[in-house]
């Protein structure tokens, strides 16, 4: 499930987005970078995709309706927001060709409910297969402002991961995410009622980091023999509960290899919390020795404590590298998560030591991120070309050249000297 937002619109586009007219302007061609920084966002929505028939299909959008303007209604009858949810189903991000589009008008009357955050859905349809972009368009009719967000639809199998729907037990909305913590009890619901059994392949792998983007990345390829196969039965009235971490792929056919999947990670995820976690995310900016001493010291904490005090070089500061540094691996696991956790992957070793870049292209098939103005040649260009992954469709890998050797060594430098690369 992607969660990607990039352009604010005036109230004059906000027109144009009222008229359903889409148009055929390429996606691919839109700087796209502020999908990786939330403070440029007016809106911070959550997404899910059930396809619940062959040609029905529903978006789950989770809002902090915080987030949007109240006015005073007529007659002092109270304060009122209002908003619209738009969808629209494109070819790809390389093509504008409509497919379908759908709009719901939704009216939040103030009361003195606690619970801010609220979950609406948006029906769709998807009239043919295969795997297409919707273009969603959350729009805050108060405050005449909108946001387009962009979600990948895999309508492609009969078993593609968003043929399934991923329920929590206490109160049956969807979970809204991949992954599980262990205290997570959920019910699993499959397109196609008949086939009340599903397959439960377990996979427990430890996973390198991700190796610097000037060498090569060389690694085995994924063992697909699990380590155990359950099944489980979608009528079961006992919630599901996962306690050991790895991965866990739901099928109803297990003669390929689609299916959906849900993560269990180390406690604490998206957070990194204990010792050991904030031990192995410094690998990026250690040596070799520091990194063994770190590893081998008889106490994680005092060593992590040592490590960023000796870099940071006063309380102060190091409280603002840590705070920096642990932050964005936060923010890189909430954004490029797969099958691994965020930051251990390529775009998550990248965000993490070098922030957000300026510019990001998107196309179906990979995203090209700019440090610097385009087509300039001091500026630091990386290319992430997608990997095709039956565990996840957020799944992008590098292509290292050797010539970000020195760029990668001097931003690694700025961390060690004390100082946040890229800080804005």
């Known amino acids: 499930m992607n969660k990607m937002t990039g352009r604010i619109f005036s109230i004059v586009f906000v027109a144009f987005l009222f008229s359903g007219c889409f148009g055929t302007q390429q996606i691919s061609s839109e700087n796209l970078s502020s999908i990786y920084r939330q403070n440029e966002h007016s809106f911070h929505p959550e997404f899910s995709v059930y396809h619940v028939t062959a040609d029905s299909s529903r978006l789950y959008v989770k809002l902090n309706t915080e987030e949007f303007l109240k006015t005073r209604q007529e007659n002092n009858e109270g304060f009122r927001s209002a908003f619209s949810i738009q969808c629209t189903l494109v070819e790809s991000y390389e093509s504008g060709v409509k497919l379908d589009s759908s709009r719901s008008d939704f009216i939040i ?42 979600i990948n639809i895999i309508h492609d199998d009969v078993q593609c991961r968003q043929n399934f729907l991923v329920t929590q037990a206490n109160n049956h909305l969807p979970l809204m995410r991949n992954y599980l913590s262990a205290s997570d009890s959920f019910f699993v619901t499959y397109q196609n009622k008949e086939n009340r059994k599903l397959f439960v392949k377990f996979y427990h792998r430890n996973f390198p980091l991700a190796a610097p983007p000037y060498s090569f990345d060389v690694h085995d390829d994924f063992n697909y023999k699990p380590d155990s196969v359950f099944t489980v039965d979608t009528d079961d009235t006992i919630p599901l509960n996962f306690r050991d971490e790895g991965i866990y792929h739901f099928q109803a056919d297990t003669n390929s290899h689609e299916g959906m999947s849900l993560f269990r990670f180390k406690g604490g995820f998206p957070s990194v919390t204990t010792p050991e976690q904030m031990m192995e995310a410094t690998r990026y900016i250690t040596s070799k020795k520091e990194y063994e001493e770190l590893t081998t010291s008889a106490s994680k904490k005092a060593a992590v404590d040592k490590f960023w005090l000796d870099i940071g070089g006063s309380p102060e500061r190091t409280r603002l590298l840590i705070k920096k540094y642990y932050s964005r691996i936060k923010e890189a696991n909430r954004l490029f998560t797969s099958y691994m956790e965020g930051w251990r992957t390529d775009r998550g070793m990248i965000y993490l030591i070098f922030g957000s870049p300026n510019f990001v292209y998107k196309s179906s098939n990979s995203e090209n991120w700019i440090y610097g103005q385009p087509n300039n040649a001091l500026s630091l260009n990386f290319f992430f070309p997608r990997v095709n992954n039956p565990f996840t469709d957020n799944d992008f890998s590098l292509s290292r ?11 690694v430098e700025y961390w060690r000297d004390g100082r946040v690369y890229n800080d804005f």
Request: net charge positive.
């Open 401 to 411: 050249v050797p010539i970000y050797e020195s760029s990668w060594f001097r931003a």
């Open 109 to 150: 009357e103030q009361t003195d409910n606690p619970n801010k955050t609220r979950l609406y859905t948006v029906p769709f349809r998807v009239p043919k297969q295969g795997n297409f972009l919707l273009s969603c368009s959350i729009i805050d009719l108060n405050k005449k402002v909108a946001e387009d967000f962009f």
